[in-house]
């Protein structure tokens, strides 16, 4: 436990709090290696790893890393950055991750509420799949807006309880 060694937290505590809130994120859908990953680096005091100080943090093989760090740049949940004068890459989850990706989630909606509009059209408006395909697409509809709507509202309590960036 490379970090919390220096820095005079008690490196079971962290261990301990990583593979929990790992467990919590792997409960609500996320895989198990992207959880504990992105658990290690939110709870790093610096917000940001190499491979290797993840891998040994979480006793795990850089290809697992490699995967996992994909699988999160994906979802916008952490960045890669390069350590100035190194090959090496720094992977790092920002004080905004959560709210990065939610907002990202815009693109998803979008082509969900495509696909959704198709297959109202394709199964018919007025027959019950149609229907049921129809309620799907206001559903995803009003929390597109609601999204938006929430996000202003955090941003305005972020600097309330934070401060300005």
Same mark, same amino acid.
């Given at each position: 436990?490379?970090?919390?060694?220096? *820095?005079?937290?008690?490196?079971?505590?962290? *261990?301990?709090f990583?593979?929990?809130f790992?467990?919590?994120?792997v409960?609500?859908?996320?895989?198990?290696? =992207?959880?504990?990953?992105?658990a290690?680096?939110? %709870?790093?005091?610096?917000?940001?790893m190499t491979?290797?100080?993840?891998?040994?943090?979480l006793?795990i %093989?850089?290809?697992?890393?490699?995967?996992a760090?994909?699988?999160?740049?994906?979802?916008?949940?952490?960045?890669?950055?390069?350590? =100035?004068?190194?090959?090496?890459?720094?992977?790092?989850?920002?004080?905004?991750? /959560?709210? @990065?990706?939610?907002?990202?989630?815009?693109?998803?909606?979008?082509? /969900?509420?495509?696909?959704?509009?198709?297959?109202v059209?394709?199964?018919?408006?007025?027959?019950?799949?149609?229907?049921?395909?129809?309620?799907?697409?206001?559903f995803? @509809?009003?929390?597109?807006?609601?999204?938006?709507?929430?996000?202003?509202? /955090?941003r305005?309590h972020? @600097?309330?309880t934070?401060? =300005? @960036?």
């Amino acid at each position: 436990m490379t970090e919390s060694a220096g *820095s005079g937290r008690d490196a079971e505590a962290v *261990s301990r709090f990583v593979e929990s809130f790992a467990a919590q994120l792997v409960e609500a859908g996320l895989a198990r290696m =992207p959880a504990r990953v992105f658990a290690a680096l939110l %709870s790093s005091d610096e917000g940001s790893m190499t491979s290797a100080e993840l891998g040994e943090q979480l006793r795990i %093989s850089p290809a697992a890393v490699s995967g996992a760090v994909r699988y999160l740049a994906q979802q916008h949940m952490v960045s890669r950055e390069r350590e =100035p004068g190194s090959r090496r890459e720094r992977y790092r989850v920002h004080g905004d991750q /959560w709210y @990065e990706a939610l907002t990202n989630r815009e693109t998803v909606l979008k082509r /969900w509420e495509g696909a959704l509009r198709e297959g109202v059209t394709s199964l018919g408006a007025d027959t019950p799949a149609g229907r049921r395909m129809a309620e799907t697409l206001a559903f995803f @509809e009003f929390v597109e807006v609601e999204i938006v709507k929430m996000m202003e509202r /955090w941003r305005v309590h972020r @600097e309330r309880t934070f401060g =300005p @960036e």
